[in-house]
Nanobody, 114 residues
C-alpha cells in the first residue's frame, strides 16, 4: 500500500488549496480514507475522513471550510481547503487502514502566511 500526498504550498490567509492523495495497493472507495495534520510542537490530529459509504466527518476547527472527497476512477482522495487561516499551517498526511495496519502518506506542508 502506498499513499502519495501532494498539493501543499504557501498561501495567504483566506486563500485555498487542494491536497491530493493518490493511492496504490488499495481501493479508496472501499476504505475509509483520512486526512491528518501536525503543526509544529503539536500532536497529529484528525482533520477529515470519508468512509467507504461516502460519509464524511470533520474536525470542528475545519467544518464549513474543508471538504474531503474522492475520485474512484483515479483512486485518489482530495482535501479542498478554503478560507485558510494561519492556524491551519501544518504538515498534512493522508492515512488509511488495511488489514488492521495503518498506512500513512509522506506528508505535504501547508503554510498559511501573509
Amino acid at each position: 500500500v502506498q499513499l502519495q500526498a501532494s498539493g501543499g504550498g504557501l498561501v495567504q490567509p483566506g486563500g485555498s488549496l487542494r491536497l491530493s492523495c493518490a493511492a496504490s495497493g488499495i481501493i479508496v472507495r472501499i476504505n475509509t480514507m483520512a486526512w491528518y495534520r501536525q503543526a509544529p510542537g503539536k500532536q497529529r490530529e484528525l482533520v477529515a475522513a470519508i468512509s467507504s459509504g461516502g460519509i464524511t466527518t470533520y474536525a470542528d476547527s475545519v467544518k464549513g471550510r474543508f471538504t474531503v472527497s474522492r475520485d474512484n476512477a483515479k483512486n485518489t482522495v482530495y482535501l479542498q481547503m478554503n478560507s485558510l487561516k494561519p492556524e491551519d499551517t501544518a504538515v498534512y498526511y493522508c492515512k488509511t487502514d488495511w488489514r488492521m495496519r495503518p498506512y500513512w502518506g509522506q506528508g505535504t506542508l501547508v503554510t498559511v502566511s501573509s
